[in-house]
């Protein structure tokens, strides 16, 4: 596979930003199958099922897309979708590769003979398991369409990590194929990424699987985030400090160039009241095709994650009539649009010292809540010892290097003193204050001020 092939879809866009930057290039999710060959422990897809998008509804699901493009709608018009990326995911999409790779020969065709601005302006996304790798359709698919396809394969780590929440039906591990993959499609120097999802299953083992992914597997762009769902406790939270000093400390002292989501500068800040941008793009920003042709707000909205017996479909088109026609489909769509920060948050969130950064998903809003406009705050814990960690990682870095912008703690006592004890929280303030007395001093001082310990 060449290099070009390599290229993510995040740089896609923003290289499409460079080209054209009054116009956007959009995301638009195929869901080819409720169906997978893993069952890991923390996946929100708890309803799988034989479900598949067949050729026909995958048709008219294209011809949508560009019929909304026409008449320049609200979600597909040419500035909003100006390049598309098309996304596939299930389940597993690749148990789904002759229907994907006719999909897209349909898309094409149908570009051509439009004289579309899409038949050179798209890209292919495909998030996969990375266990079927092997398989000879795959191989084509990958190999057909080289230079437009990403591949994001799921790799949690070190295989002890990845094996504890990644197992297939039978309860085996999947490392060992899904590593392989991934070696396969991640790229070369400055384009190896992957996603690791912290769940409480492998909490534990976030540190080491993190130090194996920098510096044995050569990743540079590492997003990591906590499950949504419920079930954290300040006990997670106090682990999750640890694990995260302890990749702050190998980060720092190996030199590994390795941007790790989780550990992200701009997190733990107050927000002000004139941020009113709600966190998720399920809100109507993006669109994703469930395997019947529903039009849905992003793909965490399907009966794959919610089925109908816990929360009615919260459909915004389908590829028969159109988005936002019908008069309840337009109602939701209008809903959605109308969400806020402000509008879903209780007053504590609004009031936060430490807002910026604490994320959350409508869709699951809505699964627990019945509303998308209802937000859930399981991860609170969780945002808490993240915030922690980074100001100790960014002090540290400063005090390493003056040029490396510190940071403040805008977190409370009591808040800190529940997760890393009272010794631990003073120790971060006197951390803090070196670090922002070495800023001041800058380039001109004369000697970096020696680092303590972790």
């Not at 390599?6 to 054209?20: E, K």
């Not at 699901?61 to 979600?75: G, H, Q, T």
């Not at 065709?109 to 790798?133: C, F, Q, V």
């Amino acid at each position: 596979m060449s290099r070009s092939s390599r290229r993510d879809a995040r740089q896609f866009q923003n290289t499409y930003s460079w080209l054209y930057p009054e116009k956007k290039c959009k995301t638009v999710t195929f869901i080819v199958t409720h169906q997978c060959n893993l069952r890991c422990s923390y996946c929100y897809e708890g309803h799988k099922s034989g479900k598949r998008m067949d050729l026909e509804t995958a048709k008219k699901c294209v011809d949508l897309l560009f019929a909304e493009d026409a008449r320049n709608s609200e979600l597909v018009n040419k500035t909003d979708a100006n390049g598309l990326i098309i996304e596939f995911i299930g389940g597993e999409p690749f148990l789904e590769t002759d229907l994907i790779d006719r999909t897209m020969e349909y898309f094409l065709d149908r570009a051509i003979e439009l004289e579309h601005r899409w038949a050179a302006r798209y890209m292919i996304n495909i998030s996969t398991n990375g266990t079927l790798g092997d398989d000879p359709k795959v191989q084509q698919f990958m190999c057909k369409y080289a230079g437009r396809l990403s591949i994001g394969v799921t790799i949690d780590g070190d295989k002890a990590a990845h094996d504890a929440c990644r197992v297939d039906c039978d309860g085996c591990g999947s490392y060992d194929r899904a590593i392989k993959m991934f070696r396969q499609t991640g790229g070369e120097a400055g384009e190896r990424h992957t996603k690791y999802t912290i769940a409480p299953g492998n909490l534990h083992l976030f540190a080491g699987s993190v130090r194996h992914l920098c510096l044995e597997e050569g990743v540079d762009t590492l997003n990591c985030n906590c499950v949504y769902e419920e079930g954290w406790t300040i006990g997670h939270a106090r682990e999750l400090y640890r694990q995260l000093v302890e990749v702050s400390d190998m980060l720092r002292e190996s030199g590994a160039d390795t941007w790790v989501s989780i550990l992200d500068w701009e997190a733990g800040e107050p927000l002000p009241d004139t941020d009113t941008q709600n966190w998720c793009g399920g809100d109507g920003r993006m669109l994703a095709f469930d395997v019947d042709g529903t039009v849905l707000p992003c793909m965490r909205y399907s009966t794959i994650s919610i089925p109908e017996e816990e929360q009615p479909v919260y459909r915004i088109g389908d590829a028969d009539s159109g988005i936002a026609v019908r008069a309840d489909d337009a109602r939701r769509l209008a809903e959605l649009r109308s969400i806020t920060r402000q509008s879903q948050s209780d007053q504590r969130c609004l009031d936060c010292p430490i807002a910026s950064g604490c994320a959350w998903c409508t869709a699951y809003n809505y699964q627990r809540t019945g509303t998308p406009n209802r937000r859930v705050t399981y991860i609170c814990e969780m945002h808490k010892a993240r915030v922690l960690a980074q100001c100790y990682h960014h002090n540290m870095l400063s005090l390493q290097d003056p040029g490396h912008r510190p940071k403040r703690m805008h977190i409370p006592r009591d808040w800190a003193v529940e997760i890393i004890g009272a010794e631990e929280y003073e120790r971060l303030l006197e951390l803090e204050r070196r670090a922002h007395g070495c800023t001041r001093m800058g380039n001109n001082s004369a000697k970096t001020p020696e680092v303590e310990g972790a």
